[in-house]
């Protein structure tokens, strides 16, 4: 699976903290997203897992970054895909 997280790009020592805690391989891409009609500079983190345990975890992870930031939401994302090291 390949999870996405889209949050607000503001705090990001933290998030990045908060993630490699919980993963050692992850990928963070610096984004201009959309909410409400309003553009505004984001953070879309992309973590590739079999674990099925890991959505809860994400959605843990998601809530703490809501808190931190104090934002209402943040976008999870999860995509069933197959991917491979070459």
Avoid at 35 to 61: F, V, Y
């Amino acid at each position: 699976m390949l999870y996405r997280i889209f949050t607000e790009r503001k705090n990001v020592k933290f998030i990045t903290q908060l993630i490699s805690e919980h993963y050692q391989g992850f990928t963070i891409f610096n984004t201009i997203g959309y909410w409400q009609g309003k553009h505004e500079k984001s953070l879309c983190i992309e973590i590739m897992s079999n674990n099925p345990a890991d959505r809860h975890k994400l959605t843990k992870i998601c809530k703490s970054i809501n808190g931190y930031n104090k934002q209402d939401c943040c976008l999870l994302q999860i995509i069933e895909c197959k991917s491979e090291f070459i």
